[in-house]
């Protein structure tokens, strides 16, 4: 995955992908590499790629005949293609949200917080 200039992840179109991320993309986004997306029924996984940097192609908003998909995908490849071009397609290197370090502070929180028996 660290040798791919990006990584794509191709989300299911099952009712339940609406309902969970998969960990493949806590896996895309650990390598640091840049992440293409098509996302299907699931907010919460595109805003956690955009709030990263990455790009996701919602499949499930607005006009989503194939011809429209398949122009955002080529939009967004055509983008990351100048990146490249330009030399500018590099880690992404921001402190991770999805951290080991920044879940467990959240479970100490979370723990701290609770009232004792």
């Not at 940097?53 to 499930?60: C, K, L, N, Y």
Request: glycine fraction near 6%; hydrophobic fraction near 45%.
């Amino acid at each position: 995955m660290r040798s791919a200039d990006v990584l794509l992840l191709l989300h299911g179109v099952e009712p339940i992908c609406a309902e969970y991320i998969p960990s493949k993309l806590y896996e895309y986004l650990w390598m640091q590499r840049p992440i293409l997306a098509l996302v299907h029924l699931n907010g919460q996984m595109a805003n956690v790629l955009s709030a990263c940097g990455h790009a996701s192609i919602r499949t499930d908003l607005g006009d989503t005949s194939r011809a429209s998909i398949a122009g955002q995908l080529a939009s967004a490849l055509e983008a990351l293609l100048a990146q490249w071009q330009r030399g500018e397609l590099a880690d992404k290197s921001f402190d991770n949200p999805y951290s080991t370090r920044s879940s467990v502070q959240q479970l100490l929180q979370w723990a701290g917080d609770m009232p004792c028996a």
